[in-house]
């Protein structure tokens, strides 16, 4: 199970932290993936349990952060200067599986969690 939390309303240029809590079975890779209104679900950044394997859409890169902390099989999501374009329905998703390739990809993910909504104004 994936509980995904601490979306919000805030002005471009500010910062947020989502997490995502998990609970249950084992996973190798926990991902994070965003849907606007209107399009199609898309990859944002990924991270395995164990720190390795991080990547990031260019889109978000340099400004979100993906981490994770085991003790609290928590995964965080950073994400720093935010922009009009961020606004979106944001969700994690893990895998059982240790992708060799990069797993971005939604069919990649056999569990998923809720959304948690950011919009960010002008």
């Known amino acids: 199970q994936l509980q995904a939390s601490g979306g919000g309303l805030v002005q471009a240029g500010d910062s947020l932290r989502l997490s995502c809590a998990a609970s249950?079975?084992?996973?190798?890779?926990v991902g994070w993936f965003r849907q606007a209104p209107g399009k199609e679900r898309e990859f944002v950044a990924t991270i395995r349990w164990s720190g390795s394997n991080i990547y990031y859409a260019d889109s978000v890169k340099g400004r979100f952060t993906i981490s994770r902390d085991n003790a609290k099989n928590t995964v965080y999501l950073q994400m720093n200067n935010l922009k009009l374009e961020d606004t979106a329905a944001y969700y994690c998703?893990?895998?059982?599986?240790?992708?060799?390739?990069?797993?971005?990809?939604?069919?990649?993910?056999?569990?998923w969690g809720q959304g948690t909504l950011v919009t960010v104004s002008s």
């Open positions: 249950g079975r084992d996973t190798s890779t």
């Open positions: 998703a893990a895998s059982i599986i240790r992708w060799a390739a990069k797993a971005t990809m939604t069919g990649q993910y056999e569990y």
